[in-house]
């Protein structure tokens, strides 16, 4: 699929690469994120929420509609967010799965999860934001209550 | 004594009040979100060997202006606590909460002036959230910091000096441009126009990017506003999941369609509040801009909340070369509110000054008028906030239900303005869609309140601060927008 972003100025620059969902991507040193995936691709990553696909859309960390995620887990803000070599990139739908899986606590008893050090059950809580996925977390508490 | 002045964002208001404060020996702290200084007007690319456009091609006639405020601040440098890539997202009492790339930092103020910009005032239309389509300022922000345009072939639509600007920009670089589009009248059409002549070079500049356009025999049309966003036909007919061709409307019904893979729209700008809310601010619904804006004097002082100053575009819309003198009248209030001189600023020649970017500003808005009217027209299954996909539906669904008259009670009962970006894009067009629901005015439904953090911040390092220790940790996975 023909990239959406088109370059046009400053291309003099170095190469770096990035992996994105497993492909590799060429980008230049400078390259935001979100500049290097949309160069290649239509889009950028899906809501969370409606799992529709989204390109972005103030690109001045205002909208935070280019949230993507790290290999490693960690949120990256793709239009604020630079390339470097290597950095692995997951824009959204390995994020949706994770979102519903169910709570790693399920076959654990309440007290022993309240008192893991992974802070499992709220991390998925906040992840959460979305209506369905909060209904199922609730679910699967009473479950356990 | 000499205050702790702390100063948030490092636009040209920012820079300009650090630079009287230097002046009078203050030693101001600076925090800005970005990696270097300039705030959106006067962007600069990456620090990064290969981006060398020269600031006449990526600021054309405001070359001069951004140039010299380049300059000052590299004289002051040193004697500014310049602190970038930080995200100022909470504020309590006479304490930022502070995220940078170290960590959470706390720190503490006399006095703090926010200059915290703007950004782009959007009125939602069907299909909006399709890939391709942008805010004027970002499609501007893809050109200026990454030497990008947003699309092969791109069309710009709705109103305000930045259409014109931003399209101009973008012939200027050589992007195909398929129509510009100006949902307000055709310039010569307003009767008001002359009064656009308080800032003679502003409208003369104005006036050039146009006839640019012109010249370059590219398409402008004006009394039409985006409609609907259509999804690319492929040749067998089924749709791709991107921008193929956006629809128009002008007032009197008729349609017009552009074929286009990208498109940038914005009706004028909208001053960025929330932290004048969590600093304390009071507000009230101003008619110009349209919005609630924090309450202050003509210096910036806020009203009722000793310590809190106000300055450039997020104390309301005025520019960037107003947002200079406001800078520095800001800085000469801190001043002043400690008992010291100012040297030889002048206030009143910065007062009068102002004035006449107030007076231009009116114009401007006869001139582009926010068409907040037709928000009445928003198609129920529109998507108002993109965060949580809550519909115009789904607003006008719960408005007036159960004592909901205001938009912080339709937030709680229906999620809109509770997603990441807090209500940032979709609160003006909400209480627009909210106040027309129940037949009352704009003001009248209120505005989201302001919650921290105002942007989103890891779990991971609000546990660290709590907790004394002074760093993220490196697996943080989550970030909270908190909400209650």
């Known amino acids: 699929m023909a990239g959406l972003f088109q370059r046009l100025q400053d291309q003099q620059r170095a190469s770096v690469e990035i992996i994105v969902d497993g492909d590799r991507i060429p980008a230049l040193e400078g390259d935001t994120l979100l500049t290097a995936i949309l160069l290649n691709r239509p889009h950028l990553r899906r809501n969370e929420v409606d799992d529709e696909p989204r390109s972005g859309f103030c690109l001045m960390g205002a909208c935070q509609d280019c949230w993507v995620s790290g290999a490693d887990g960690n949120r990256l803000r793709a239009c604020t967010t630079y390339v470097r070599a290597g950095l692995e990139i997951v824009t959204g739908i390995a994020l949706a799965t994770i979102a519903i899986a169910p709570p790693p606590a399920a076959s654990g008893d309440v007290a022993g999860t309240a008192a893991s050090p992974e802070l499992s059950s709220d991390t998925a809580h906040t992840e959460q934001q979305n209506e369905g996925d909060q209904a199922e977390g609730d679910a699967a508490e009473e479950g356990h209550s | ?484």
């Not at chain 2, 502070?98 to 002036?113: H, P, T």
């Not at chain 2, 501007?140 to 101009?168: D, E, M």
């Not at chain 2, 006449?356 to 998507?383: G, S």
């Not at chain 2, 989201?448 to 989103?456: D, E, F, M, T």
């Open chain 2, 1 to 484: 004594m000499t205050p702790r002045v702390l100063i948030i964002g490092a636009g040209p208001a920012g820079l300009r009040a650090a630079e009287l404060l230097v002046a009078r020996g203050v030693r101001p702290i600076l925090v800005d979100e970005a990696p270097r200084i300039g705030g959106q007007i006067y962007r600069l690319p990456p620090q990064v060997a290969g981006f060398t456009r020269s600031g006449s091609a990526l600021y054309g006639s405001q070359a001069t202006k951004a140039n010299a405020l380049f300059q000052s601040f590299e004289r002051i440098r040193d004697k500014v606590d310049y602190r970038p890539s930080s995200l100022v997202f909470d504020l309590i009492d006479s304490s930022a909460e502070v995220l940078g790339e170290n960590g959470v930092a706390r720190i503490e103020f006399d006095a703090l002036i926010l200059a915290t910009g703007a950004m782009d005032r959007v009125l939602p239309f069907e299909g909006w959230t399709l890939p391709g389509i942008y805010s004027l300022g970002g499609a501007q922000i893809a050109l200026k910091h990454q030497g990008c345009s947003i699309g092969r072939s791109v069309v710009f639509a709705g109103t305000g000096p930045l259409l014109f600007l931003t399209a101009y920009q973008y012939a200027k670089a050589g992007a195909q441009i398929a129509a510009v589009i100006n949902s307000g009248p055709r310039l010569g059409a307003v009767s008001q126009l002359f009064k656009l002549m308080a800032m003679p070079e502003a409208l003369r500049q104005g006036m050039h990017y146009v006839s640019y356009l012109k010249h370059h025999k590219i398409r402008i049309l004006h009394g039409y506003r985006p409609l609907r966003a259509h999804a690319l036909k492929t040749e067998n007919g089924s749709e791709e999941q991107r921008l193929g061709m956006l629809e128009f409307i002008s007032d009197r019904g008729d349609r017009l369609e552009v074929d286009c893979d990208a498109a940038a729209f914005g009706y004028g700008l909208k001053a960025e509040t929330q932290l004048a809310d969590l600093a304390g601010a009071s507000f009230g619904f101003d008619a110009v801009n349209h919005q609630w804006l924090p309450l202050a004097d003509a210096y910036g002082r806020a009203q009722e909340r000793p310590g809190l100053y106000l300055a450039g575009d997020g104390a309301g819309i005025l520019g960037a070369d107003a947002a200079e003198l406001r800078g520095q009248l800001a800085a000469a209030a801190v001043l002043s509110d400690h008992g010291q001189g100012f040297g030889d600023f002048d206030p009143n020649a910065a007062l009068r000054r102002l004035q006449k970017w107030q007076k231009f500003r009116a114009a401007l808005e006869l001139a582009f008028p926010f068409p907040h009217e037709t928000a009445a027209e928003i198609a129920d299954e529109v998507v108002l906030c993109r965060c949580e996909h809550v519909t115009a539906g789904d607003l006008r669904g719960i408005s007036g239900v159960l004592g909901a008259r205001d938009l912080n009670r339709a937030k709680a009962y229906c999620r809109l303005g509770m997603g990441r970006c807090q209500g940032r894009l979709c609160a003006a067009a909400a209480a627009e869609v909210m106040a027309a629901e129940l037949g009352v005015s704009v003001d009248s439904v209120g505005r989201l309140r302001g919650q921290p953090p105002v942007k989103p911040v890891p779990v991971a390092a609000l546990a660290a601060m709590s907790t004394g220790a002074n760093a993220i940790a490196e697996s943080s996975t989550t970030d909270a927008t908190v909400e209650a």
